[in-house]
């Protein structure tokens, strides 16, 4: 008897296992998934994992069927394509890489596994909007959906010029479903925009929402038409990065008097991405200032450098939190040989100057000598001084030097010749201060010479001489006839 | 754009076979030195390019020995003078010679100079060693460690392996993930910001040539380790020590090997 009911019981136990409803399907999403997915989304889905402590933002719970990127009606689970996607293109500006390595049927067992954390949130299949053609922008649509953003209140949260720091967004209320802080979308960075950066992903987040945070869905509220006029306006928004090597600084006749001097924006720049700074402790592993644009211009006497970067909230130090601030390094000696100071902060036999500016005192710089992170000095000169402007979720750091300060221990900017320069910037909204902060490589700054006279005048000769000879040696030869 | 240059030898060896058929032998120098041309700048689709010095010294040398060649028989180089001949002197060739000898010759001279003369300005490139010579011995937070002939201890724990590669992986994306990438691929989400870009661990250039003792001792010095001549490359490589244990950096190696389906070097 007893044997006859162990056989049942086994038969059963096997027929469960063969009839399980993932199939053999999951065993291989599921390795992939514990491979690849689960050292920042949990083995268990959960999102408690390895990497929790060191993401923002943080990887997404796949337990309570909540997703932020879908393609279907608010309330609706996502498609498989939408999962898909997300796992192909990954999401920009956070720590989730668009994953190529697999193939679709690898994707497609890893999706399976996915939603087998919310069985219940994927009982319907959600049916996805339909997207039609985006309109062409015009100067018009731009005014219309600029208005739209406006009267909808985007403003609220993403501010007027959509870096994502309209006043509600610093509400303490401002989290997301987990309980988590979240932050609203820049727009005008389009490289961090999770949920894509082209016209047809803004025109989806708006329509749809994204779940568990306060973007709610705009599908019933705004019609079709001026959805996708607000999304060609936040389109218009994004500006592209200019990346490069080296910042050539034009001479002007005068540098503009105020750092919001409309005169700036057509300053030639370039984009330093930033890093955290991971080498020393405090280490900074979720840096929020991603990008410092930098420009330049220079006068027979002046030297000027602007540092621009977006910052949701500034700090002044005033709230409890440390002040914003950002610095310029400079190597003390400045040589053509190839060997710099260590790139943030210098060395003992190779310091630097650091030009220092903290929201907390807004009109000074603070000139300083580091020979390695723990090794600084205040300098007591005053060549440097700094004009700021903060406008819109904008920072503005003019800083300005005499081209030549007589001061012999100073560092020389001679037309034509390039100076090593790196940045590192520091948001007070996120508690970085000290050392713990954004950081850049080097990269070089060169104050480009007027262009010599023999430009203008050598090739124009070179070709009349070649022309005269062509014409004398026609000539001679045509006599010879 | 490397595709263009196969099709610019093949109008070379055209004008070649024409002009030795129509007894040109102008028109075939111009044609080989095309041919030659097309073929060494197509080498670029099979291996490295060669650097443009290289290119113009080949060239110079093909047209010298061309010439040569064309020149050393009176009656030959005579018909190869003939169509610069025709083109300079004939009466019926006069829109050609305004085109090109009175239009063409000069502005094609005077971009040259302009080329030359005009100021070009370009950083300092800044050239480094990727694999230093390993040194033979550090010191791990005040502990000798030979570093020549070092064997990761922990392969030889076959019983606990998976332990070690689930330590190691752990390790990984709280340590390195930032900047060497969740997919070992070095790019990292923070990467773009730093120069030299973080390494990858897939691939075949990297970890695969080495043996693990080397990337221990990159792992536990990082920058402030690389031995003068290679260093310090503005590195922003922490030294591991700092954070990590000696078995834990063992660890995060199992893990990059394993993952990555490389096998160190013995």
Redesign the interface.
């Known amino acids: 008897m007893k044997r006859i009911l162990l056989t049942i019981l086994l038969t059963v136990v096997l027929c469960s296992a063969w009839y399980s409803p993932a199939g053999a399907d999951d065993s291989q999403g599921k390795k992939l998934y514990n491979?690849?997915c689960a050292?920042?989304h949990g083995y268990d889905g959960d999102a408690k994992?390895?990497?929790d402590k060191?993401s923002v933002p943080k990887p997404r719970d796949f337990t309570m069927g909540t997703y932020k990127f879908r393609s279907t009606p608010s309330g609706d689970p996502p498609t498989d394509a939408d999962i898909t996607k997300v796992v192909r293109d990954g999401n920009p500006?956070?720590?989730?890489?668009p994953?190529d390595?697999f193939t679709d049927d690898e994707v497609k067992a890893i999706v399976a596994h996915v939603k087998t954390f919310a069985p219940d949130a994927f009982k319907d299949a959600g049916k996805p909007i339909t997207i039609g053609t985006p309109p062409k922008a015009s100067a018009d649509l731009i005014a219309k959906g600029k208005e739209l953003f406006n009267k909808a209140k985007c403003v609220e949260c993403h501010g007027t010029a959509g870096r994502g720091n309209g006043e509600k967004g610093w509400q303490d209320n401002f989290k997301n479903d987990w309980g988590d802080s979240i932050m609203p979308a820049d727009y005008t960075h389009p490289w961090e925009l999770r949920n894509g950066s082209a016209v047809e992903d803004i025109y989806r987040t708006i329509s749809v929402g994204l779940s568990g945070t306060p973007m709610t869905s705009y599908m019933d509220s705004l019609k079709d038409e001026d959805r996708w006029a607000l999304a060609v306006f936040i389109k218009s928004l994004q500006q592209q990065r200019k990346l490069g090597?080296?910042l050539?600084v034009k001479k002007a006749a005068s540098i503009p008097a105020k750092a919001d001097d409309p005169a700036w924006d057509s300053v030639e720049f370039m984009d330093l991405?930033?890093?955290?700074q991971?080498?020393?402790?405090p280490?900074d592993?979720t840096?929020l200032i991603t990008n410092v644009r930098v420009r330049g211009l220079y006068t027979d006497k002046e030297l000027a450098f602007m540092v621009e970067w977006s910052d949701k909230k500034p700090n002044n130090g005033s709230d409890g939190k440390p002040a914003d601030s950002i610095w310029i390094q400079f190597p003390v000696k400045v040589t053509?040989a190839?060997e710099?100071p260590?790139?943030?902060m210098g060395?003992k036999k190779h310091p630097v100057f650091l030009w220092n500016w903290k929201a907390s005192a807004a009109g000074d710089v603070v000139e300083q000598i580091a020979k390695g992170n723990e090794n600084v000095e205040d300098l007591p000169k005053k060549d440097v001084t700094v004009i700021t402007s903060y406008n819109d979720g904008l920072y503005r750091v003019v800083y300005k030097r005499a081209l030549k300060t007589g001061g012999k221990d100073d560092f020389e900017v001679i037309p034509?010749k390039?100076v090593p320069f790196s940045i590192a910037a520091f948001d007070g909204q996120n508690g970085e201060s000290g050392i713990k902060g954004?950081?850049?490589?080097?990269y070089?700054l060169?104050l480009?010479?007027s262009?010599?006279l023999?430009?203008y005048v050598?090739?124009?000769l070179?070709?009349?001489?070649?022309?005269v000879g062509?014409?004398s040696?026609?000539r001679s030869?045509?006599s010879?006839? | 754009m490397l595709k263009i240059y196969p099709i610019i030898a093949a109008i070379g060896l055209l004008i070649t076979v024409v002009s030795v058929f129509k007894k040109s032998p102008f028109f075939n120098f111009l044609g080989l030195l095309t041919l030659i041309y097309g073929l060494l700048k197509s080498a670029g689709l099979f291996m490295p390019p060669f650097p443009g010095q290289v290119i113009t010294m080949y060239m110079a040398m093909s047209v010298f020995s061309l010439f040569i060649y064309f020149s050393i028989q009176e009656k030959t180089f005579e018909a190869f003078l003939e169509p610069m001949r025709a083109v300079l002197a004939d009466d019926n060739k006069l829109i050609l010679r305004i085109l090109i000898v009175f239009i063409a010759i000069p502005v094609f001279a005077g971009y040259i100079t302009y080329e030359k003369v005009k100021p070009n300005y370009e950083p300092p490139v800044s050239a480094r060693i990727v694999h230093p010579e390993p040194v033979s011995s550090i010191e791990f937070r005040g502990k000798p460690i030979t570093i020549i002939g070092l064997e990761n201890p922990l392969r030889k724990d076959t019983a606990n392996f998976e332990k070690n590669f689930e330590a190691g992986k752990k390790i990984y994306y709280q340590n390195c993930f930032y900047c060497h990438g969740d997919d070992l691929d070095g790019r990292g989400h923070l990467s773009q910001g730093y120069n030299p870009v973080p390494l990858p661990f897939r691939g075949t250039d990297t970890i695969a040539q080495l043996p693990e003792s080397f990337v221990f001792w990159r792992v536990a010095k990082g920058w402030r380790g690389l031995p003068s001549g290679s260093g310090p490359w503005n590195s922003s490589m922490p030294s591991f020590e700092d954070f990590l244990t000696e078995d834990e950096i063992w660890q995060v190696i199992i893990f990059i090997y394993e993952a990555t389906g490389n096998k160190p070097r013995s």
Do not use: H, N
């Open positions: 491979g690849w050292q920042c994992s390895y990497t060191f500006g956070t720590s989730m890489p994953w390595r090597v080296a050539k991405p930033m890093g955290g991971l080498m020393f402790e280490r592993f840096p053509e190839v710099k260590y790139f943030f060395d034509g390039f954004a950081v850049s490589a080097w070089y060169m480009e010479p262009t010599p023999k430009v050598l090739p124009p070179v070709a009349l001489f070649v022309l062509g014409v040696l026609s030869l045509k010879k006839k």
